[in-house]
Nanobody, 119 residues
Framework: QVQLTESGGGPVQAGDSLRITCTAS????????LAWFRRAPGKEREFVGQ????????EASGSLMDRFTILKENGMNKTHLEMKHLRPEETANYFC????????????WGRGTQVTVSS
């Protein structure tokens, strides 16, 4: 069993940088990949990026690639989402999800950490 806990969110100004962290406890050695998602008020869940257990650096989604970086430390125990030049429209609850080695999909979810970007 794995539990995911996000931390590091909070209020920032537009243009600021922020690093948020996903900490895995329990059977973290069985995590195959870990992804970040976000959900803004009134909007659908959006995939932000993911990192594989075999990689040191993850891959952010599409247009986020030039501003968002996904890193890990201590295996898959901690995964960081580093965000630069944040925009007000990126205000959202950011949460992580794990895909276990025996699962074909992301099946363990954290509750998220709120990031609020003011203009």
């Amino acid at each position: 069993q794995v539990q995911l806990t996000e931390s590091g969110g909070g209020p920032v100004q537009a243009g600021d940088s922020l690093r948020i962290t996903c900490t895995a406890s329990g059977r973290s050695v069985s995590i195959y990949s870990l992804a970040w998602f976000r959900r803004a008020p009134g909007k659908e869940r959006e995939f932000v990026g993911q990192i594989m257990r075999t990689s040191d650096v993850g891959e952010a989604s599409g247009s986020l690639m030039d501003r968002f970086t996904i890193l890990k430390e201590n295996g898959m125990n901690k995964t960081h989402l580093e965000m630069k030049h944040l925009r007000p429209e990126e205000t959202a609850n950011y949460f992580c999800a794990a895909r276990m080695v025996e699962s074909p999909k992301y099946n363990v979810w954290g509750r998220g950490t709120q990031v609020t970007v003011s203009s």
